[in-house]
């Protein structure tokens, strides 16, 4: 149940991953850059913080990459099981059901609803 909760919210939590890493990856070109300039405003933050900037830049492209993979992961389970979803042929269905049915699980609970009444339709169990 804990695990379903999650998974309806996890796509919006990952684009503020996404914004958190690409913020992260920004600061740490900011400072490898332009160390040994002293600029005002933004770059404030980034001397404040200096001694973890190597850090919070090898954070940020780990969050940058992480979310970037979701995301990309996301989309393509979504745009699987849409597809198949589409088919009226029962066989040809029947054929891809155990990956349709895996790629549900990693989805919002709406793609599990749209299986199930697919399967309604077409009369599998």
Known sequence: MKKRIFREYIL???VVILVIGIFLVIMGVIWIWF??????GFTDLIYL?????YWLFGIGILLLGISIWYIFDFYR???F??????TDKRSEFI???????DAVKYL???YKKML?????ELKIK
């Open 49 to 53: 913080i200096s001694g973890y900037n």
């Open 116 to 120: 199930e009444e697919k399967k309604r």
């Open 108 to 110: 919002q609970s709406k």
């Open 77 to 79: 389970k979504k745009k």
């Open 12 to 14: 919006p939590i990952n």
């Open 35 to 40: 160390n040994s300039l002293k600029l005002d």
């Open 95 to 101: 054929k891809k059901h155990l990956e349709v049915e």
């Open 81 to 86: 099981v849409l597809e198949e979803l589409k």
